[in-house]
């Protein structure tokens, strides 16, 4: 064996090595942050439907910067189970960088990867195919209304 076949050999290994070591941060970091530790940004929202508003306070991720790069949207928002309002969007928002999140609320403004739509919390939930987009500032009281309406999304 040459000397030079010995040094590649060893280069190789070593690549391999680093290569290796590195898997696991890579791959971390494609799985995103946990949302329920990310800081609010200074996004807000405003969602109107009845002649009430909701104003929600977005996280930094960027299924969050998908739905604002959307806005303004006209809409129909309609209950869907015992304890949240839907919104379907007009196309799916990227998945990018979501995660699972731990210590749900009501309050929570979300996304249903499965279905491409915006979930409004008023009442206890379990993570289930959810990205946490944000949270409602001052409650979310206009959500207990029961019904479909028209609704307007839009950046404040």
């Known amino acids: 064996m040459s000397m030079r076949s010995r040094f590649i050999s060893r280069r190789a290994v070593l690549g391999g ?3 290796a070591a590195a898997i696991p941060l890579t791959a971390r970091g494609q799985e995103g942050r946990d949302p329920a530790n990310q800081e609010p940004t ?3 929202i405003r969602i109107g439907f009845n002649k009430l508003t909701l104003t929600a306070t977005l996280f930094d991720n960027p299924t969050a910067r998908d739905l ?3 806005l303004p949207l006209n809409l129909t928002i309609e209950d869907y189970g015992r304890n949240e309002k839907i919104v379907h969007l007009p196309r ?4 990018e960088g979501s995660g ?3 210590n749900e609320q009501p ?3 979300c996304y249903f990867k499965p279905w491409g739509n915006l979930a409004l919390f008023y009442a206890d ?3 289930n195919g959810l990205i946490r987009l944000g949270r409602f500032d001052n409650g979310f009281e206009p959500l207990l209304v029961r019904g479909e309406y028209p609704v307007r ?4």
């Open 92 to 95: 799916k928002l990227t998945e």
């Open 42 to 44: 200074d996004v807000r």
């Open 125 to 127: 939930y379990r993570w």
């Open 17 to 19: 090595a680093l290569a």
């Open 153 to 156: 999304i839009e950046r404040i």
């Open 100 to 102: 699972p999140f731990e």
């Open 107 to 109: 309050g929570d403004l």
């Open 68 to 70: 604002v790069s959307m």
